[in-house]
Structures are given as structure tokens and as C-alpha cells.
């Protein structure tokens, strides 16, 4: 099934949200597939927002999500991606609607709580940095009664 890399960023951590929007995602239905507090290097951030690195705001954002610990987890069900981006809302909190995370929890977009995968293709590359040694796999009880 389809999964996704959600990122809660330090601003998250040290504001005391990391059980809501794990509630968020949990109530959702979705399965949680890999959970870790880690605070990373320069490097491994820069590595992650590579994409990013032309932007006037890339070192502004490495400094950010090096200044504490962060929450890498895996969110697996069906369109996990596209509806974690959802959940999370736009990337800048003042057009995130009201109910969206970032919508509900934050105010400026260098300050936006919360990653998540933009594709498929991008959650893969994300898993795998993120989660080298691989993730533990179950399988919910709930199952039949979320899906169809
Ligand atoms: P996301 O996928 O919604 O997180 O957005 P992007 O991939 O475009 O950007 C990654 C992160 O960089 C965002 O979540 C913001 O924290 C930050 N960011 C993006 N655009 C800006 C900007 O214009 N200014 C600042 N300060 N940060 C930005
Ligand atoms: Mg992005």
C-alpha cells in the first residue's frame, strides 16, 4: 500500500503537537509504519531540501529544521500522499484552511510545523533517507473496517 514521510519540524516538537497531529493521522485511518525523534545534521538537511537549494530561503530553512529534534514517521493507506498534503495544508499557514494542521497551528510559512511528501516518487527517496534501516511492518486489525 501506498505510504508517505510526514516530518514533524522542531517548531512542532517544542510547541507540544507532535500527539495531535499524530492523532490527526491516526483517526484519519491511517496505519503508522515508522516513528523516530532525531535531531540531524546540516548535511542531512541540506540532502533532504535539495531541491530547495536555489531558493533565497534554503539556508534560512536548513537552520530551522537543524535547530532541535524532529519526528520522522511513515504513514502508509490508500492515497496517503495526497491526502496527507491535505491534512497538512498549503505551505504557507495564512492560505491554509482552518482545519489543516498548519492552518490550525501555525502563522508563518518558515515556521509551518509540519512536512510531508509532495509524490510518491519524492516519499520513496524520502523513506529511504530518512529510514535506512528499514521500517517494521504490521498489519492493523482495523482493516476491514476502514476499507471497503
Ligand atoms: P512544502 O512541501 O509545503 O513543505 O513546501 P516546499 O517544499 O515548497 O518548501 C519546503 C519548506 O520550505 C516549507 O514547508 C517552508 O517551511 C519553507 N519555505 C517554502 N517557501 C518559503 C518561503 O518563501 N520563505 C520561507 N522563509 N520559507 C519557505
Ligand atoms: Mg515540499
Known amino acids: 500500500m501506498e505510504q508517505t514521510f510526514i516530518m514533524i519540524k ?3 516538537v517544542q510547541r507540544g503537537l507532535v500527539g495531535e497531529i499524530i492523532s490527526r493521522f491516526e483517526e484519519k485511518g491511517f496505519y503508522l ?3 523516530k525523534l532525531m535531531t540531524v545534521e546540516r548535511s542531512f538537511a541540506e540532502k533532504h531540501y535539495a531541491d530547495l537549494s536555489s ?3 534554503f539556508a534560512g530553512l536548513v537552520e530551522y529544521i537543524i535547530s532541535g529534534p524532529v519526528v520522522a514517521m511513515v504513514w502508509e493507506g490508500k492515497n496517503v500522499v495526497v491526502t496527507g ?3 497538512i495544508g498549503a505551505t504557507n499557514p495564512a492560505d491554509s484552511a482552518p482545519g489543516t494542521i498548519r492552518g490550525d497551528f501555525a502563522i508563518e510559512i518558515g515556521r509551518n510545523v509540519i512536512h ?5 516518487e519524492s516519499a520513496r527517496k524520502e523513506i529511504a533517507l530518512w529510514f535506512p ?3 517494521t511492518d504490521w ?7 476502514i476499507y471497503e
Not at 510531508?116 to 510518491?120: N, W
Not at 498489519?139 to 473496517?145: A, E, G, R, V
Open 55 to 57: 531558493k533565497p530561503f
Open 85 to 87: 498534503r491535505k491534512i
Open 33 to 35: 509504519k515508522g516513528l
Open 133 to 135: 534501516e528499514g521500517i
Open 116 to 120: 510531508g511528501s509532495d509524490s510518491i
Open 10 to 12: 522542531p517548531d512542532g
Open 139 to 145: 498489519q492493523s486489525n482495523l482493516h476491514p473496517w
